[in-house]
């Protein structure tokens, strides 16, 4: 069994399926990236993200040096409908380890977890400053994200790199999401005399239909496939407590994917509008987080495309739908890079897997990046 292999295993045994999802969250994990680093002689630092969640932080090489902050998230979706043994159990069928977040990222993680460890070794050899950063949190709001971008100036990160399954392809562009709640408030009355009342499922219908007539302009048939527009899904919807009451609370949850081209505040006022065609409605701001749009002329992903042709894997930048970490450090003007081996389809599904093989081309990436 691989370095890369026998560490992943020791991850994903540790359950951090986030809060949101019904888990304990990534305390475990984050207390074995502790402990394995300091076994390591490694130093590093805990920043609390929320009460009793923290990323955990490790600069290594001179600090006269600029650094490069390479990042992957400690918490994973759940485990409902899982199949293949144990989620929580690395097994190998045909190449392939499944276990949860065996993809999604502790493959990352690990892979990561191994470079600050060779870093280590070779600290002098560096030609950047590493900031290794396990964060808190991806899987439901970022927040670890944003906290590690506050060290910008305290390390002088000129570059970052968050790990998603890429399969080692390097991604400098992506949508972003924002998520908000509509509530229609009506008035409630008896069954057998509904118009005593004011029906608030009714009220919502309406501003569901017209969500769908946005929704399909932004999926328009030559659009589908690009970052440059975004998307609109309604994924919840929620209202009522009987047959024979005339509901007088209805809720929607939005999920608007941002196109790169697109302005986030001009999303959320085109849903404002639709909102205020009916009385009695409201709009709240859930999170809302900007696509990621990196120039892929600035030094970091090129001297990282350099690497990257060194291993064989293609050069050229991609782009992606889904949202990451990125736009945190994004958002603070650091060049940054989506990074990492797996492929993202494995993401967030029911028995997920990693081949046989992607950590060891990452880290050997990476390992060029900041060795050779």
Not at 8 to 20: C, D, E, G, R
Not at 80 to 94: M, T, V
Not at 123 to 140: G, K, Q, R, T, W
Request: charged share 25%.
């Amino acid at each position: 069994m691989s370095a890369c292999i026998e560490l992943l295993q020791k991850l994903v045994a540790i359950p951090s399926v986030n809060p949101v999802y019904g888990g304990p969250g990534e305390k475990d994990v984050e207390a074995f990236v502790r402990d394995w680093l300091s076994e390591k002689g490694i130093e590093f630092h805990c920043h609390e993200v929320l009460p009793g969640r923290r990323n955990v932080v490790a600069r290594i090489g001179a600090h006269d040096k600029p650094s490069v902050l390479i990042e992957a998230h400690m918490d994973t979706v759940g485990v409902d409908g899982w199949a293949i043994g144990s989620p929580y159990e690395l097994q190998c069928r045909e190449g392939k380890w499944y276990g949860r977040g065996s993809c999604d990222t502790k493959a990352s993680l690990a892979t990561f977890m191994l470079l600050a460890e060779r870093c280590n070794e070779n600290a002098s050899e560096l030609n950047h400053s590493l900031v290794f950063a396990a964060s808190a949190d991806e899987e439901a709001a970022q927040l670890g994200a944003y906290k590690l971008a506050e060290l910008r100036d305290r390390y002088d990160i000129k570059g970052a790199l968050t790990g998603e399954p890429t399969r080692s392809g390097i991604i400098t562009k992506h949508k972003g999401a924002c998520r908000y709640t509509i509530e229609a408030a009506g008035k409630a009355a008896h069954g057998s005399t509904p118009h005593l009342g004011e029906n608030a499922i009714y009220k919502t219908a309406r501003l569901v239909e017209k969500l769908e007539r946005l929704a399909e302009l932004l999926s328009q048939e030559d659009n589908r496939e690009s970052i440059e527009r975004g998307s609109l899904n309604v994924g919840r919807i929620a209202g009522g407590i009987g047959f024979n009451i005339v509901p007088d609370n209805c809720s929607i949850d939005l999920d608007r994917r941002l196109g790169v081209s697109e302005e986030m505040e001009e999303a959320r006022e085109a849903i404002e509008v639709i909102a205020k065609t009916e009385l009695g409605v409201s709009l709240s701001t859930v999170l809302e987080r900007p696509p990621l749009n990196t120039d892929n002329q600035n030094w970091f992903p090129q001297a990282l495309a350099q690497r990257a042709l060194d291993f064989g894997t293609d050069a050229d930048f991609g782009e992606a739908a889904f949202m990451t970490n990125g736009v945190a450090y994004a958002s603070v003007g650091i060049p940054t890079v989506v990074f990492g081996p797996g492929g993202i389809e494995q993401a967030h599904k029911v028995d997920e897997y990693i081949d046989e093989g992607e950590m060891e081309r990452s880290l050997g990436i990476l390992e060029s990046f900041f060795l050779s």
